[in-house]
């Protein structure tokens, strides 16, 4: 995914849905000026960020970073044909199982997480559910408010509009395996 430029992106996502970037701040709560640098690719952007973006985009995440649209009889996804979805930045990393597949509802995610990486400071939120398992590392869970902190065989479910934040607390990487219905994030 190196060669798709996330500014870029959102900025002819934004002309399509003809949106000025003060349209665009009104309906994120993002300012104008941290709009415009990210569309120039001169800052990066949380995971939690980015998907208020293009929540208001008409997007998800997996469509965002997917480059083309899997056919729906598919069925083994190679290592290699996962799809970055958080665009590594501040160590962490989504790679999603069947990336521009359409009509799924379903959507499969791993998730590494660098030591002290997280989703961002921001509490996040998206229609559906959402469920995972931590196969490696500890990580601490808030979910409106609430703190939780899980290590290897911990699992989580919870309805994915309540505001919620992942970090990874431990000393070494984490490793969670999650899913969202509907595919929304």
Known sequence: MDDLKVGSRLKELRGQK???LRALARETGVAPSFLSALERDHSSVTVGTLKR???ALGTHLGEFFSQRPQPPSKVVYRKGELVEISGQQNGLS???VAAG???RTLQLIVGHYEPAADTGS???HHEGEEAGLVVKGHIELTVDGEVYRLGPGDAYYF???RPHRLRNIGSRPALIISA?????F
């Open 18 to 20: 003809r949106l000025s």
């Open 53 to 55: 973006i293009l929540d």
């Open 94 to 96: 989504y790679k999603e």
């Open 101 to 103: 597949r359409r009509g």
């Open 122 to 124: 921001d509490l996040y």
């Open 159 to 161: 309805d994915s509009r």
């Open 180 to 184: 969202n219905t509907p595919a929304s």
